[in-house]
């Protein structure tokens, strides 16, 4: 079983600011890391979900509270859902390069 990254569509309307189109910086943020390094993304199931909540698949495998994205759940149990321990989480169980202070 693979980790499974949970990042946010690209493009999504917001009702909130009368409708205006949205992305997320931070799930382009690992958007982008795994566009650098795609033989390491291969060990990661990505699984992008819509703006609205709840978000099902996320609450499916991380639960209502935590549907924060992105978030990477671990294979092996546990989670990390800031954008901070999922840049570490990726770093650490994916070998992605580590982001320069």
Same mark, same amino acid.
């Given at each position: 079983?693979?980790?499974?990254?949970?990042? *946010? @569509?690209?493009?999504?309307?917001?009702?909130?600011?009368?409708?205006?189109?949205?992305?997320?910086?931070?799930?382009?943020?690992?958007?982008?890391?795994? $566009?650098?390094?795609?033989?390491? %993304? +291969? #060990?990661?199931?990505?699984?992008?979900?819509?703006?609205?909540?709840?978000? $099902? $698949?996320?609450?499916?495998?991380?639960?209502?509270? #935590?549907? #924060? *994205?992105? %978030?990477? +759940?671990? $294979? @092996?149990?546990?989670?990390? #859902?800031?954008?901070?321990?999922? *840049? +570490? +989480?990726?770093?650490?169980? =994916?070998?992605?390069?580590?982001? =320069?202070?």
């Amino acid at each position: 079983m693979k980790d499974t990254l949970f990042v *946010l @569509d690209f493009d999504w309307p917001d009702p909130a600011y009368e409708g205006r189109r949205f992305y997320c910086k931070d799930s382009v943020t690992v958007e982008g890391l795994l $566009a650098l390094f795609p033989e390491r %993304a +291969a #060990n990661i199931e990505v699984v992008r979900v819509g703006w609205p909540r709840p978000r $099902a $698949a996320v609450v499916a495998r991380l639960g209502e509270a #935590n549907q #924060n *994205l992105p %978030a990477l +759940a671990f $294979a @092996d149990g546990g989670f990390a #859902n800031d954008i901070e321990a999922v *840049l +570490a +989480a990726l770093h650490k169980r =994916h070998g992605f390069p580590e982001r =320069h202070p």
